[in-house]
C-alpha cells in the first residue's frame, strides 16, 4: 500500500496517520462522486465479509464430531476432520495409505525444488523420470513385499496432483517438438504439426476425454487394454501439449530474424540454432502465457470426474453423497475449492517472480 | 558438410546423406510412414473390434427412433423422434446457452475491467479479489458447487424466493415475467430490425456526406433514437399493450412466464461468472495497451472528449481486444460441454446418451468434434478477416 502514496505527501514530516489518511484521500474519496463509490464498495465487502466470516468461523461448529453440528447456524468442519483422508486418498486401501502420503510429498516436494533455478539442469529431469518410476512403484506396488494395488484405486488429491505433474512434465516437451514442427520448412512434418494443434485446440477437453475412455479401448489390438489413469492422462498431455506449443510458436515467432540469420552466419546446425540461440529467448518471453496454460491443466484435470476417474472433486461428490453429510455439500466444495485455489494462487504468484526473474538485467 | 565439396565428390551417396534437401525428403518420408502405419494399424483394429463385438458402423442409426426424453428443447422433439433429431437438440441447446453466456459474461466483464482501472483503490480491490476467487477454481467445481447450492439450498416450489414481483426463485428454477401473447410485439421486433437497417444506412450516408462536404452528422444519436424510437412508436401504435404473462402458482409447480430450469440456470451462472473474469483482463489490458499521449494529442487537436473515445481510444482498444474475446467466447461454448456432469442436455451430453445406446462411440464422438471443429473454424476465419480489416496499414 505504501506505494500508492504519491509524491506530494510529506515523506518525512508526516506521521503513519497523516499519510494513511492522505492515502484515504486521494484513493478513495477524491471527489463525490468517487466518495460515493467508496461508501457503496465499503458497504458490499462488509455484507460479503461479515456473511463468509460468520458461516465459515463466528458461527460454525469446530468440533470433531457431527453431533454438535445441529447447533450451530454456519458451517460444520466436522465434515474435514472425518473425511480428509478419502479427500486425501480416495479409495486407497486404509492401511496402506502411507503409500500416497509419500506420493504427495514427492511431487510436492519435486515441485518446489524445481522451482529454484539452481537447480535448473538436465539432471532435473532425468530426476523426473526416476521419480516417477519410483512413485509408480510405491503406488502401484506389486514388487519389494508392497501390496498390489490397482490404479481403479487410486484417487483423492493424490491422483490430481499426479494427473496435473505428469500432464505437465510431458506436455511441456510435446509441446517444444509440434511448435518447432510446425514452424518447420518441411512441409509435411508442418501438415501434421498444424492438424495436431488444431484438432486438439477446437475440441473441448471433455470430448478428448470421452474419446481416451470410450473410443480408444477400440483402437487396440484383442486382448490388449491400457490402463483407464494412462489414457485420460495421455488425453490430458495431448490436449494441452497443443495449446502450449501455441504458446511457444507465439514466443519463436517473436525473435528478431536477425537472431536467427546471425546463427546461421556462424554456422551453427539446426539443433544448435534452436537450443542455444532461439529457445533461450523464446521461451523467457512466454513465461506468463505457459504458467497459465499449466493452471488451466491443474484446473481440468477435474474434469476426469466425468469418465468416472476418482480425483478430489469425484471424492468429495461421492463424500458429500453420503446421507450422513449430505447437508455438508457447501463445505465439501469450498474446502476442496480453497486446496485447489492456493495451488494456482501460487503458479500464478511464481510465474510474475520467475518473470521477473528471468528479465533481470535484460534492459539496458 | 558442403556437398560441393572435393573430398565428397568422390564418395557420392554420403555426399547426398549430408544433403539438406535430400535429408529433408528422408525425414518426411520416415514421419508420413510412421504416421500412415500407425492410422492403417488402428484403423483395421477398430474394424475388427467392431465386428467382434457386432456393432454397427456407419451413421444409419440416426434415423432410428432416438425413445429417449430430452428435458429442455428449442425444438419439438419427443422420445419417438429419431436420432438426428436427438442431437440437433443438442446442437441447438449449446447454442442458446453459449449464445446468453457470451451476452451476459461480456456484460459483466467489461464492467469488471473497467473497474480494474478505476481511479478508486476499492474499486480495484474488488475487481482484483473477484478474478483470483473465480479464476482460480475449476468450471466443474464451480458447476457442481452453483447445482447443490440451487437444488438443495433453494426452497421448494410453495415457498419460493421473490426477489423482484413477478419472479420467483426455486429449487426448480427460475421463473420470470414474460409480455404476454399479442401480435404487437412480433412487429415491435420487426421494427426493431428495421431501424437497426436504417441506422447502418444513415451512418453510411452520413459518412459520405461528411467526405464530399466536411459536414458532420450526428449520425450516432440520429441512429439510436432510430432504434429504439422505431419500436416504441409501433408499441404506441398497437394501442400500447402492457398486459405480461406472470408465472403463478398453481398446483405444484408455477405456470406461464419463462422457466429457466436449474440445469440451464446453473450452467449460465457458471459459465458466465466464470468467463467473466478472462473477458474483465482482456477488457483491462485493451484499456491500458492505448498510450495516454494518444488521448492527451487528440484533446489538445481540440476534440470533444466524447469523439476523443469513439475515434481514438476506442478504435486502438478494439484492435488488442476483439481477438482474445473471440477465444473467450470459443472457451465459452467449449465449456459448455461440461454441462454433461449436471445433466443440461447439450450436444455432448446427448452424443453420450446416444454413444451408451447405440454402442457406436467413434460415430458419437465423430459428430460432437465435429461441430466443435466447425464453430471453431468459422470463428478463426471470421478472425483472419477480422484482423486483416483492422490491421495497420503501414507506409
Known sequence: MTTMIPSQARPTGGSTMRRSVSWLKTNLFSSPTNTVISLICIYILWEILSAVVGWAIVNASFSASKEFCGDVSGACWAFVHDNYRFLLFGTYPLDEQWRPLI?????????????????????????????FVVMYIILGGGILGLERVSSTNWGGLTLTLILAVVGIAFAAPLALILALGRRSEMPFVRVICVVFIEVFRGVPLISVLFMASLMFPLFLPDGVSIDKLLRAQVGIIFFQAAYLAEVFRGGMQAIPSGQYEAADALGLSYWQKMSKIILPQALRLVIPPTMSTFISLFKDTSLVTIIGLFDLLAATKAAINDPTWRQQYIEG????????????????RYALYLDREMHKGMSH | MDSK????????????LYDKTVRSIIYQVLVFG??????????????????????????????????????ESVIAYSPESNYGRALLVGILNTIKVSLTGIILA???????????????????????????????VPLLLQLFFWYALITNGLPGVRQ??????GTFLTNRGLYLPIPADNPAWFWVFIAFIVGIIGAFVLRKWSFKRLEATGQVFPHLSVGLGIVVGLPILTWLLFGAPIEMNVPALQGFNFQGGLNMSPEFFTLLLGLTVYTATYIAEVVRSGIQSVPKGQSEASTSLGLKPSWTMRLIVLPQALRVIIPPLTNQYLNLTKNSSLAVAIGYPELVSISNTTMNQTGQAVEGVAIFMTVYLGISLLISLFMNWYNKRMALVER
Open chain 1, 333 to 348: 466444495y469450498v474446502f476442496i475449492a480453497l486446496i485447489y485455489f492456493c495451488f494456482c494462487f501460487f503458479m500464478s
Open chain 2, 5 to 16: 565439396h572435393p573430398s565428397d565428390a568422390s564418395r557420392p551417396l554420403m555426399a547426398l
Open chain 2, 160 to 165: 419460493a424466493l421473490n426477489p423482484l414481483p
Open chain 2, 34 to 71: 510412421g504416421v500412415f502405419f500407425l492410422g492403417w494399424y488402428l484403423v483395421s483394429n477398430v474394424q475388427t473390434n467392431l465386428d467382434e463385438q457386432n456393432i454397427a458402423t456407419g451413421f444409419g442409426f440416426l434415423d432410428r427412433e432416438a425413445s429417449f426424453g430430452i428435458s
Open chain 1, 103 to 131: 506420493a504427495i510429498f514427492m511431487l510436492v516436494g519435486g515441485i518446489l525444488i524445481s522451482m529454484n533455478r539452481r537447480f535448473w539442469s538436465p539432471w532435473l529431469a532425468v530426476a523426473w523420470i526416476v521419480g
Open chain 2, 106 to 136: 461480456s456484460i459483466i466483464g467489461t464492467l469488471i475491467g473497467i473497474g480494474l482501472v478505476s481511479k478508486n483503490w476499492l474499486v480495484r480491490f474488488i475487481g482484483k479479489t473477484y478474478i483470483d476467487v473465480f479464476r482460480n
